[in-house]
């Protein structure tokens, strides 16, 4: 088994139009690293559509319409302040989507070791029945849902080390115990939760909070203290990766000062805490990250890692 790697050409082609962070060359650039030679071993595949049903089980079937019919003939239109969408960003959602359940696929069939799915839009924010932060249709949840429907597991965890906090995720989780969410974050910064002492339903919300300014030593700290034990103490079936690499120190949308190595260390974490849990079951999914250099050479580090682990 090996790591497999998902994307489609039309998740670059959603546009938020010029000057906006979540750019299309944020994709490029991902897909120009992985082609080097040291991921001539990765296994590739292509994002499919995702079923409509299965988004609409996930999030408002009213929104859900709601977002098909405003999506524009040419240009972009505003969902929120920061949220926009052009001609392809319909069929680009549910690739995103789609890929997600490709890689649920092939972990939970064996067929790979884990995977990263290199999607855009983006989904940790967006909720039950509001896109907002750049996200469309929570990809991390959606493929919670169909991890557990098709294949009859119950508990599914999410990780999440995106810089932002992933209110949507922790809102799509908060009242089911056997979904875990787990954040380590900038707080306060966009979009103004995640506050620790917002635990969910059964304590099955761990927020961990970071000033800004916080480098390698207090996000080792966050993890010895309060992610792995977190983690393996709820023991997933699943675990999924919310891989946003917007806490590197060069991106200019937040105030962390993590480095490349750091988001090897905290795979390597990752994957010790999927071998011991659930029979190395892992699929990360792409969040932020917006300085381009730093997110190909941190995507670089998490994808060596994953392919070692």
Same mark, same amino acid.
Request: glycine content about 10%.
């Given at each position: 088994?090996?790591t497999?790697?998902?994307?489609?050409?039309?998740?670059?082609?959603?546009?938020?139009?010029?000057?906006?962070?979540?750019?299309?060359?944020?994709?490029?650039?991902?897909?120009?690293?992985?082609?080097?030679?040291?991921?001539?071993?990765?296994?590739?595949?292509?994002?499919?559509?995702?079923d409509?049903d299965?988004?609409?089980?996930?999030?408002?079937?009213?929104?859900?319409?709601?977002?098909?019919?405003?999506i524009?003939?040419?240009?972009?239109?505003?969902?929120?302040?920061?949220?926009?969408?052009? $001609?392809?960003?319909?069929? &680009?959602?549910?690739?995103? /989507?789609? !890929?997600? @359940?490709?890689?649920?696929? %092939? +972990?939970?069939?064996?067929?790979?070791?884990?995977?990263?799915?290199?999607?855009r $839009?983006?989904?940790?924010? &967006?909720?039950?029945?509001? /896109?907002? !932060?750049? @996200?469309?249709?929570?990809? %991390? +949840?959606?493929?919670?849902?169909?991890?557990?429907?098709?294949?009859?597991?119950?508990?599914?965890?999410?990780?999440?080390?995106?810089?932002?906090?992933?209110?949507?995720?922790?809102?799509?989780?908060?009242?089911?115990?056997?979904?875990?969410?787990?954040?380590?974050?900038?707080?306060?910064?966009?979009?103004?939760?995640?506050?620790?002492?917002?635990?969910?339903?059964?304590?099955?919300?761990?927020?961990?909070?970071?000033?800004?300014?916080?480098?390698?030593?207090?996000?080792?700290?966050?993890?010895?203290?309060?992610?792995?034990?977190?983690?393996?103490?709820?023991?997933?079936?699943?675990?999924?990766?919310?891989?946003?690499?917007?806490?590197?120190?060069?991106?200019?949308?937040?105030?962390?000062?993590?480095?490349?190595?750091?988001?090897?260390?905290?795979?390597?974490q990752?994957?010790?805490?999927?071998?011991?849990?659930?029979?190395?079951?892992?699929?990360?999914?792409?969040?932020?990250?917006?300085?381009?250099?730093?997110?190909?050479?941190?995507?670089?580090?998490?994808?060596?890692?994953?392919?070692?682990?």
């Amino acid at each position: 088994m090996a790591t497999l790697f998902v994307t489609h050409r039309t998740c670059i082609e959603h546009d938020p139009g010029p000057g906006h962070p979540e750019q299309p060359d944020r994709l490029r650039v991902i897909q120009r690293v992985l082609e080097g030679e040291e991921f001539m071993f990765l296994h590739r595949e292509e994002a499919v559509r995702a079923d409509i049903d299965l988004v609409k089980r996930v999030h408002d079937p009213a929104y859900v319409d709601g977002v098909f019919s405003r999506i524009p003939a040419n240009g972009a239109v505003s969902l929120d302040g920061d949220t926009y969408i052009s $001609p392809a960003s319909g069929e &680009a959602a549910l690739r995103a /989507a789609g !890929g997600c @359940c490709v890689a649920v696929d %092939a +972990v939970m069939e064996g067929h790979e070791r884990n995977a990263f799915v290199g999607v855009r $839009p983006p989904g940790h924010h &967006a909720e039950y029945e509001r /896109a907002m !932060g750049f @996200c469309l249709f929570n990809n %991390a +949840v959606i493929a919670a849902h169909y991890a557990r429907e098709k294949y009859g597991i119950k508990r599914v965890a999410v990780m999440d080390f995106d810089v932002h906090h992933g209110n949507g995720t922790q809102d799509l989780f908060y009242n089911d115990p056997d979904l875990f969410y787990c954040s380590t974050h900038q707080w306060p910064l966009y979009p103004g939760t995640g506050d620790p002492a917002d635990r969910g339903c059964a304590n099955n919300i761990l927020n961990v909070a970071l000033p800004a300014g916080a480098g390698t030593e207090a996000m080792k700290t966050a993890f010895h203290d309060y992610v792995l034990p977190g983690l393996t103490g709820f023991n997933p079936e699943l675990l999924i990766i919310s891989a946003g690499f917007d806490a590197h120190r060069n991106d200019p949308l937040a105030g962390l000062s993590l480095v490349e190595n750091d988001f090897s260390w905290m795979t390597e974490q990752l994957l010790a805490v999927a071998s011991q849990c659930c029979d190395n079951r892992v699929v990360s999914i792409l969040e932020g990250g917006y300085d381009l250099p730093s997110l190909a050479s941190s995507v670089v580090a998490h994808v060596r890692a994953l392919m070692m682990g």
